[in-house]
């Protein structure tokens, strides 16, 4: 952790934003649940890809320095996933690929009680954090499994860049990474109009650019992958700061 880390129980921020720079965002670093929860299923099913987007915060972690630093969420996707809109489907999960979630049976009122426990606060933070900073990127780093338990069918993209009415980074993004020998999902494995929240929200609604990435997750499971995409990421976002002007 840097020394101007700052942390809370619904995010970490590592690093120094600063205005002109690179603020990586990470919805689902975590696999944390908070004190007074129980989501109902095996411990070991918080290391899996229903409860945390695996090998993302290491990433996040490693492309933090100069110019660049990382606002990282605290807490499970299972207890209220912060990359949905509120009402959305999934924002409580009752089933995640095939996984019963007892603990999300909680009524309307548990829902709206954790809204304004965990995401209400965690979206207003990072938005007060991006109108101090004025970042000229925003990377929202996810990771994809290479296949569903519940689909047979394997993912072949390394990485996905998603994006819903602004592809301006984008369309910058691809073609680097292509040249790289990445086979690159354009709006795979996801489509970002229809799973792009936290960044329609910061990024779309105020005219930010921003990129949001999916990484496979057999790509950042150790250490040496992590640190060949940090790199790798770190590359890409100087240059499309660059060619945005």
């Known amino acids: 952790m840097t020394p101007s880390a700052k942390k809370t129980e619904l995010y970490r921020l590592l690093g120094a934003p600063v205005k002109g720079g690179v603020l990586v965002i990470a919805d689902h670093a975590s696999n944390h649940v908070p004190e007074g929860i129980d989501l109902g299923i095996p411990a070991e ?7 945390i987007d695996i090998g993302v915060a290491e990433v996040a972690e490693r492309m933090t320095g100069p110019g660049t630093a990382a606002w990282l969420a605290g807490i499970s996707r299972l207890v209220c996933d912060l990359n949905r809109d509120i009402g959305m489907p999934g924002m409580f999960p009752a089933v995640s690929d ?5 603990g999300n049976d909680i009524g309307d009122d548990g829902r709206a009680a954790r809204v304004a426990e965990y995401f209400d606060p965690y979206h207003a933070a990072l938005e007060d954090l991006l109108e101090e900073a004025a970042p000229a990127l925003i990377v929202s780093l996810h990771s994809f499994t290479p296949g569903l338990a519940t689909c047979d069918k394997p993912r072949p993209w390394e990485i996905g860049i998603l ?9 910058i993004a691809i073609p680097l990474l292509q040249a790289e020998g990445l086979t690159v999902g354009d709006q795979e494995p996801y489509s970002g109009r229809i799973l792009n929240a936290s960044m329609n929200r910061h990024a779309e ?3 930010r650019a921003y990129l949001s990435i999916e990484i496979r997750q057999d790509q950042i499971a150790d250490a040496a992958g992590q640190a060949l995409w940090a790199e790798r990421l770190g590359r890409l976002c100087v240059e499309v700061v660059a060619r945005l002007g």
């Open 205 to 207: 609604r105020h005219g």
């Open 163 to 171: 994006y819903n009415e602004d592809d301006r980074a984008a369309r």
């Open 98 to 102: 095939g996984y019963a979630i007892p």
């Open 45 to 51: 099913l918080m290391n899996q890809h229903i409860a």
